[in-house]
């Protein structure tokens, strides 16, 4: 039974945090360590009340979906697209668990595949290593069929008007901007400030950041703080694809953002 309690503590504590590091990645999201440890025990500790409620389909089902909701709540709550990134969250779980369970059922009859227990006469961190495995490969297939076959149809030309200068700028079609300017209605667009500022001299964009002084948005953060991003309304704004102006308010991102690129373009562009 000692050996069962620490199959049962380290193989469900690591999968559960290979899971939820894979399903960060998938719904691009930044990762939260904090939440994930915090996912991972709570995990843990519901895979010693499961043994208990196995006999009962219902109720071993019902158990699995509650705690499916409560650690979503725990990955995702305050970031944008809950029921998406939610949704992949299971898949993902299904997928890795699917795999290991394949597996057990090669070296052991006894598995018990529908309530998707592994055989641990396995050594100790095979498991473990065979979880990190499946979500490191998982990671880089979607990366080459995913990513990289759809970047070409993600990233867009655009042409900014500025205080009567035009910007040529390279932006991405973020699914996750879902920003809204309330005071005009209009979707935003976030530009990094250093593709504004290179455009003019320091005097010039000054003033731009003068006349738009009041206006802003607030967005809640990756870590469930509230930031706000100067907005500033362009003369023109196109964008390859589309021949007709594109009215838009655009948010000065100070912090920058990771990538080549120096738009984060609204979906509802596409």
Not at 59 to 75: D, R
Not at 215 to 238: A, E, H, Q, R, W
Request: proline fraction near 2%; aromatic fraction near 14%; charge should be positive.
């Amino acid at each position: 039974m000692v050996v069962y309690i620490e199959y049962l503590i380290i193989d469900n504590f690591f999968l559960t945090y290979f899971i939820c590091e894979l399903t960060y990645f998938i719904s691009r999201r930044k990762k939260n360590r904090k939440r994930m440890i915090i996912t991972s025990t709570l995990a843990t500790i519901g895979a010693f009340i499961y043994p208990f409620c196995a006999s009962n389909f219902v109720l071993a089902y019902t158990l699995k979906a509650v705690a499916w909701i409560i650690l979503c709540l725990i990955l995702f709550v305050k970031k944008q697209s809950f029921f998406s990134s939610s949704l992949i969250f299971l898949l993902n779980t299904m997928l890795v668990g699917g795999v290991l369970t394949f597996i057990s059922t090669l070296s052991s009859q006894q598995v018990d595949v529908i309530g998707g227990q592994v055989n641990f006469s396995f050594p100790i961190g095979v498991i473990v290593v065979a979880g990190y495995v499946i979500t490191f490969v998982v990671k880089c297939v979607y990366t080459v069929i995913f990513r990289n076959r759809g970047s070409e149809d993600l990233v867009r030309t655009v042409k900014v008007g500025i205080n009567g200068t035009t910007l040529h700028l390279k932006g991405f079609m973020d699914t996750g901007n879902r920003l809204v300017d309330c005071k005009s209605g209009l979707p935003v667009v976030i530009v990094k400030a250093s593709a504004i500022i290179r455009a003019f001299s320091p005097a010039t964009f000054a003033s731009l950041i003068e006349k738009g002084r009041g206006d802003c948005i607030s967005y809640t953060t990756v870590t469930g703080g509230v930031n706000k991003i100067m907005l500033i309304y362009p003369d023109f704004f196109t964008m390859e694809g589309k021949k007709e102006n594109i009215d838009v308010a655009i948010g000065v991102s100070f912090s920058g953002f990771y990538g080549d690129y120096d738009v984060i373009l609204h979906p509802s562009f596409n």
